[in-house]
């Protein structure tokens, strides 16, 4: 399996753009999460779907964030408009659901607002 | 709110050395994922430990799980330069179905020669 994948890996943008992040889990996996790390605030879970639905977004930190999942292969981070303070690495990572809840991580976009 | 905390926050140790890492957290929980990250790479699962009492081994790390004391270590043995990196530990929310992972703050560890 390739793993989770995650497009683009590297994201230079201007204050005021629309950024969306993709990502696609691994097949037959059906728990994705959305994680953003920083180095003042460390690694914090923004939003996670369970079956392609959203069961907690109360980690996305404000409106100008949304993500979604329409179908059980691809989901996507959106961020309109962008501001400086968004800029940090964020990971898609999936689970298959089994006892271990494991999760395993995409190789993360790094996301710079100037 | 579950807090994690880890310490020490940064290690730095002699190859060959033996050390442990620490992992704290705030409220009951059966499962404790320890992560590893290199710089600039993404999270790289090593341990899951999902009962009181597990004890997991692989190579020169060692994970064990205390649900009682709240408390898992990661303990690095005769450690070498490759084992370098920052190592989370991570504890879910919810002891039923789905996962939601709080993080520490991350142990980073350097092995020097």
């Known amino acids: 399996d390739a793993g989770v994948i995650q497009s683009p890996r590297h994201e230079v943008t201007e204050m005021g753009q629309e950024v969306t992040l993709r990502c696609k889990p691994i097949s037959g996996h059906n728990s994705l999460f959305w994680y953003r790390q920083t180095m003042m605030r460390g690694l914090e879970l923004l939003i996670y779907?369970?079956?392609?639905?959203?069961?907690?977004d109360s980690g996305m930190p404000e409106d100008r964030f949304s993500a979604k999942m329409p179908n059980a292969s691809f989901s996507t981070l959106k961020i309109q408009p962008s501001e400086p303070r968004d800029s940090a690495v964020y990971f898609c990572a999936s689970s298959p659901g089994d006892k271990t809840y494991e999760q395993y991580f995409g190789p993360g976009t790094r996301l710079t607002v100037t | 709110e579950l807090k994690v905390e880890q310490n020490p926050l940064f290690l730095s140790m002699q190859e060959g050395k033996n050390y442990t890492i620490y992992c704290n957290y705030s409220t009951t929980s059966d499962r404790l994922y320890w992560y590893r990250q290199d710089p600039g790479k993404s999270l790289e699962s090593l341990f899951v430990?999902?009962?009181?009492?597990a004890v997991k081994q692989e190579g020169r790390l060692m994970a064990s799980l205390d649900t009682k004391a709240r408390l898992s270590t990661l303990h690095i043995t005769a450690a070498v330069h490759d084992l370098s990196a920052t190592y989370f530990c991570a504890v879910d929310r919810k002891k039923t179905s789905g996962s939601r992972l709080t993080f520490g703050e991350g142990t980073q560890l350097t092995v020097n020669p």
């Open positions: 430990l999902l009962s009181n009492g």
């Open positions: 779907f369970n079956n392609n639905v959203p069961i907690d």
